[in-house]
């Protein structure tokens, strides 16, 4: 992955990460995770998949993903790119990352949830093949908001 104006590289969240992660969550969340709740996806290796997008040569987290793999089945949980460096791809280069990763890895089906108003986002899942499957009423808090439930059939 190299956007026009550096190089980035996707690895697995460390602990380590956590603080670059909570400011990115922080200013792109009006209620975000806590730090036990990163550090409980970061521990539940056997299902959890934390992933961050880091610039080289600095090291620098920039962005994340949090997904979940059981068996055929993949839920996203969080995505996130700092405010710094949206709108340069790097958020559809994860979730194409991602999309790939898991097809291989013998998933059928992927799910998440985004708020109705978070239009950036669902244009973008659209764009990835996503449809919108219902609303999940309520499902978000601070402030309170419906969600899209989308899904996409990987195909084998």
């Given at each position: 992955?190299?956007?026009?104006?550096?190089?980035?590289?996707?690895?697995?969240?460390?602990?380590d990460?956590?603080?670059?992660?909570?400011t990115?969550?922080?200013?792109?969340?009006?209620?975000?995770?806590?730090?036990?709740?990163?550090?409980?996806?970061?521990?539940?290796?056997?299902?959890?998949?934390?992933?961050?997008?880091?610039?080289k040569?600095?090291?620098?987290v920039?962005?994340?993903?949090?997904?979940w793999?059981?068996?055929e089945?993949?839920q996203?949980?969080?995505?996130?790119?700092?405010?710094d460096?949206?709108?340069?791809?790097?958020?559809?280069?994860?979730?194409?990352?991602?999309i790939e990763?898991?097809?291989?890895?013998?998933?059928?089906?992927m799910?998440?949830?985004?708020?109705?108003?978070?239009?950036?986002a669902?244009t973008?899942?659209?764009?990835?093949?996503?449809?919108?499957?219902?609303?999940?009423?309520?499902?978000?808090?601070n402030?309170?908001?419906?969600?899209?439930?989308?899904g996409l059939v990987?195909?084998?």
């Amino acid at each position: 992955m190299s956007p026009d104006d550096g190089r980035f590289f996707i690895r697995r969240m460390k602990e380590d990460d956590l603080p670059a992660v909570r400011t990115i969550e922080a200013l792109s969340f009006s209620n975000p995770w806590s730090d036990s709740t990163f550090l409980g996806e970061i521990q539940n290796t056997p299902v959890s998949f934390p992933l961050v997008v880091v610039r080289k040569p600095s090291d620098k987290v920039i962005g994340y993903i949090i997904y979940w793999h059981i068996r055929e089945d993949v839920q996203v949980n969080n995505i996130a790119v700092h405010p710094d460096f949206r709108g340069k791809g790097i958020g559809e280069a994860l979730m194409r990352h991602v999309i790939e990763k898991v097809r291989k890895n013998g998933a059928t089906f992927m799910t998440l949830e985004v708020r109705l108003s978070n239009a950036a986002a669902v244009t973008l899942y659209k764009k990835l093949g996503f449809d919108i499957l219902g609303t999940r009423k309520n499902y978000y808090t601070n402030p309170d908001e419906d969600a899209y439930l989308m899904g996409l059939v990987l195909d084998q």
